[in-house]
């Protein structure tokens, strides 16, 4: 009678305490309740302390919420539940894995992981991008009758793409009784992430109900592989079918825009984002502005810019970027100056367009004062990129040997950007002892690349040196080396249109051939009038 009656009086205790803790949002409250709950030995209840647990979780006071559930004896399914649901919300993947296993060891006693465990389980192991620990825990899944859950087959397909599974990934897909649209937009993301685009288009052409997340998927993925074209028609033939873009899709397309300088769907975008409120979010202001700037509308950008209310570190670097790569160097230095300013804290990219506009302009002072802050005022690692447009600045201003210097002492080792750059001033200011230097690297790094032999050669036919000359042409065709054929892109009427030397495949060729003679000809007589003009001038 007594041991019922304390089970009334603990039962009591908990609701009293459930009713308060259900109103406690902060931490503070939460340990002055903590402490009443110590008075009346209420610690071990799996009830009040999933309650605080879930209280630590919203607070971001995980270690805090960590000791409560270690010191609980006997903790339940729930409790376990609510730790795994913490460490993974504050992304600690590891523990949330270790109280996983510490989980599966209470099986004997009746405690066994349910359909609340796995979706966070699961989400930690393709965080951990451990494709072993997946397979074991879709075993476990298995094992303890979820398999046939769609939410928790959804998180086992994205954790196999996250790991780059794809094979288990397709297996999972196939055994699945029921295939949603989250089932087909992760296999989908899948292969484009591993550059499969025939196999994601595949797959995309035989879904069923696309989504706007379908459509965006193959953009972004066309997009990250550089297959600019298809992700333009992509696009298009989601607005056919009458899908209109969110902004993510937006932000997907563009960079497509700005590589292949469709300019005209870049400004139709931009008035569209401008028609759907969507200019107020940065991301979408920001990819604009990277596409004017590649697409040589620096203006343009530099009007986007000024109208964007709320800079980040992205828009600032953009635009000083975009300046600098169009001759603007002194308004890109002026802009980083005005950036301090504002107290927007430059990162690597900033300073990669900022080196970039002092290189453009010959400042190589500047340079190096700029190179040296960003280790010592903002604590920022220079990397590879940092290195190359320091060694062009100082190749352009004819530091030839202090370039090397540089070079000689990267942390890192200097990929053919670096030395081609430096093969380049070597030619300008006819430094041949250091060109060879800098073939040997590039022999290394680009055996198959003819474009640097012939700049060698090129070096040595300027210092009269024709034996050097001969050499170097014996070399190449040794090597049965063959030039990249040039490449160019051109829109007209909005469809963007490639062109490779030498390529007569396409069904318009003959015309476009037989119009550049008519040009020819014409600008043949134009210069013939114009040399024609100053003797009837005299006379």
């Not at 066309?222 to 607005?239: H, N, P």
Request: charged share 20%.
């Amino acid at each position: 009678m007594a041991s019922r009656m304390g089970v009334l009086a603990v039962r009591e205790l908990e609701d009293m305490f459930i009713a308060v803790l259900r109103k406690c949002n902060k931490m503070v409250e939460l340990k002055r309740i903590h402490a009443q709950m110590e008075k009346f030995s209420l610690l071990q209840s799996n009830f009040l302390v999933t309650r605080m647990l879930d209280i630590c979780d919203q607070s971001g006071e995980i270690q805090y919420g960590a000791l409560l559930f270690k010191k609980v004896v006997e903790p339940n399914i729930f409790l376990y539940n609510a730790m795994i649901r913490a460490y993974t919300h504050n992304r600690m993947y590891v523990l949330t894995i270790d109280v996983y296993k510490e989980m599966l060891k209470q099986v004997a006693e009746q405690i066994v992981p349910d359909r609340f465990t796995y979706p966070f389980v699961i989400r930690s192991c393709g965080a951990l991008l451990n494709v072993w620990s997946s397979r074991q825990v879709h075993g476990h899944v298995c094992k303890f009758g979820l398999s046939g859950n769609n939410m928790i087959e959804n998180s086992l397909l994205d954790m196999y793409v996250k790991c780059d599974g794809i094979t288990e990934a397709h297996n999972l897909f196939d055994e699945m009784t029921e295939r949603d649209v989250i089932s087909w937009n992760s296999l989908i993301s899948g292969h484009m992430k591993l550059g499969q685009a025939r196999k994601a288009r595949a797959l995309f052409e035989d879904m069923p109900n696309k989504t706007i997340v379908s459509w965006t998927a193959m953009i972004s993925g066309y997009t990250k592989i550089g297959c600019f074209s298809d992700a333009l028609d992509v696009f298009r033939r989601m607005q056919i079918v009458g899908m209109q873009p969110d902004w993510i899709s937006l932000v997907a397309v563009l960079p497509a825009c700005a590589q292949l300088g469709a300019l005209e769907l870049g400004k139709w975008i931009h008035f569209y984002a401008e028609k759907r409120g969507f200019l107020r979010n940065i991301r979408v202001c920001n990819a604009l502005i990277e596409m004017y700037t590649k697409c040589g509308s620096v203006d343009q950008a530099l009007q986007l810019f000024n109208k964007t209310s709320e800079k980040d570190v992205v828009t600032w670097s953009t635009m000083i970027a975009g300046l600098a790569h169009h001759g603007k160097a002194h308004e890109a230095i002026e802009l980083f100056h005005e950036m301090e300013k504002k107290n927007v804290e430059p990162n690597e990219i900033t300073f990669v367009g900022l080196l970039s506009a002092c290189g453009h302009a010959g400042l190589s002072d500047e340079g190096l004062l700029y190179f040296e802050s960003m280790q010592n005022l903002y604590n920022i690692e220079p990397g590879i990129e940092h290195y190359g447009c320091l060694v062009d600045l100082l190749g352009r201003t004819g530091q030839i040997d202090l370039a090397l210097k540089l070079i000689n002492g990267m942390k890192m080792k200097p990929d053919s950007a670096i030395w081609g750059s430096l093969l380049s001033s070597c030619r300008t200011y006819r430094n041949l002892e250091t060109a060879v230097i800098a073939m040997e690297h590039l022999l290394e790094l680009e055996p198959e690349d003819t474009g640097n032999l012939i700049l060698l050669a090129n070096i040595y036919a300027d210092l009269g040196k024709w034996d050097g000359v001969s050499k170097m042409r014996k070399f190449i065709r040794s090597k049965s080396m063959k030039k990249t054929p040039g490449c160019s892109v051109i829109e007209v009427d909005s469809v963007i249109q490639e062109f490779v030397s030498g390529d007569y495949t396409k069904t318009f060729s003959k015309d476009v051939f037989v119009m550049l003679d008519v040009l020819s000809l014409h600008q043949m007589e134009t210069v013939d009038s114009v040399e024609i003009v100053p003797e009837l001038c005299v006379e």
